[in-house]
């Protein structure tokens, strides 16, 4: 049997659809981690949504709804930026550990 090195576009490939999965994954973490919200209003009138232990991800918003409507996109962004950094403290939400990624 021989075995022959990827080309670069099988590779590409592979990168691409590997990537695609690990975005899937994290907005099923973001989606999990949107049932432990705390949302508070701030003395100037503005509202701070964010998730207890994933400090640094939080939205704010004139309102309420624009705060928690937000958090989702910051939580995916948060989560990339971890993963990427290969921080490994990133809190698990259900049966999702993105620290194995």
Do not use: Q
């Amino acid at each position: 049997m021989n075995f022959s090195p990827p080309s670069e576009l099988e590779y590409a490939e592979a990168r691409r659809v590997s990537h695609a999965f690990l975005e899937r994954v994290v907005e099923e973490w973001a989606e999990r981690a949107m049932h432990h919200v705390r949302i508070r209003e701030l003395p100037d009138g503005y509202w701070i949504a964010d998730v207890a232990g994933l400090d640094g991800a939080w939205s704010d918003g004139k309102n309420a709804g624009e705060a928690v409507a937000a958090l989702p996109d910051i939580l995916f962004d948060w989560a990339m930026l971890k993963i990427a950094d290969r921080d490994g403290d990133i809190p698990p939400f259900g049966d999702i550990d993105l620290n194995t990624y």
